[in-house]
T-cell receptor, first 113, second 113 residues
Framework: EPEVTQTPSHQVTQMGQEVILRCVPI?????FYWYRQILGQKVEFLVS????????KSEIFDDQFSVERPDGSNFTLKIRSTKLEDSAMYFC???????????FGSGTRLTVV | AQSVTQPDIHITVSEGASLELRCNYS??????LFWYVQSPGQGLQLLLK??????LVQGIKGFEAEFKRSQSSFNLRKPSVHWSDAAEYFC???????????FGTGTRLQVFP
């Protein structure tokens, strides 16, 4: 069964550093998403991406965050200057359209120290 | 605003017992409804989804859920729980005019032998 692949599975970074989280969505999917889950809390929507542009973003997705689909297969989330409160599990998801549901990756656990 | 409520934070059942996890949503129209399962350190796996039609939907791993419009509920059920079902279960709503998912806070299921 097709999978959404995320790398790395765990990343530790120092506060103020830039991090890039990588995702390879399912190949024929057109919609891409990032969600995050702070430890012990609910999964929260960050951003959706379609046709090479952001289609929707949450209040969490401020100027420190950016997304990119650099080469037609990868989908990345960049946090420009990490803060302690960015520590969370970040999930990438892709979809062929909302009628088809969403497939999530296994997540990247980001720890900011 | 749209919201999802999972009233039970933690449920403990014996192996072989039946299970029902509750989910209530607040939304003006009929939403898309999902149940996801998350094992420790793992990603979100889709158990089942409801878009329209038959209000009783079957999913993977022997789970089913019933959409009840009058109660704004989408409860997840399994007739006989296995120890491997121990995990966190998330209900999610996908409103029709956006492609983001709104998640509930999750229910942690513990299974005793």
């Amino acid at each position: 069964e097709p999978e959404v692949t995320q790398t790395p599975s765990h990343q530790v970074t120092q506060m103020g550093q830039e991090v890039i989280l990588r995702c390879v969505p399912i190949s024929n999917h057109l919609y891409f998403y990032w969600y995050r889950q702070i430890l012990g809390q609910k999964v929260e929507f960050l951003v959706s991406f379609y046709n090479n542009e952001i289609s929707e973003k949450s209040e969490i997705f401020d100027d420190q965050f950016s997304v990119e689909r650099p080469d037609g297969s990868n989908f990345t989330l960049k946090i420009r200057s990490t803060k302690l409160e960015d520590s969370a599990m970040y999930f990438c998801a892709s979809s062929a359209g909302s009628n088809y549901g969403y497939t999530f990756g296994s997540g990247t656990r980001l720890t900011v120290v | 605003a749209q919201s999802v409520t999972q009233p039970d934070i933690h449920i403990t059942v014996s192996e072989g017992a039946s299970l029902e996890l509750r989910c209530n949503y607040s939304y003006g129209a009929t939403p898309y409804l999902f149940w996801y399962v998350q094992s420790p350190g793992q990603g979100l796996q889709l158990l089942l989804k409801y878009f329209s039609g038959d209000t009783l939907v079957q999913g993977i791993k022997g789970f089913e859920a019933e959409f009840k419009r009058s109660q704004s509920s989408f409860n997840l059920r399994k007739p006989s729980v296995h120890w491997s079902d121990a995990a966190e279960y998330f209900c999610a709503v996908g409103p029709y005019n956006t492609d983001k998912l709104i998640f509930g806070t999750g229910t942690r299921l513990q299974v005793f032998p």
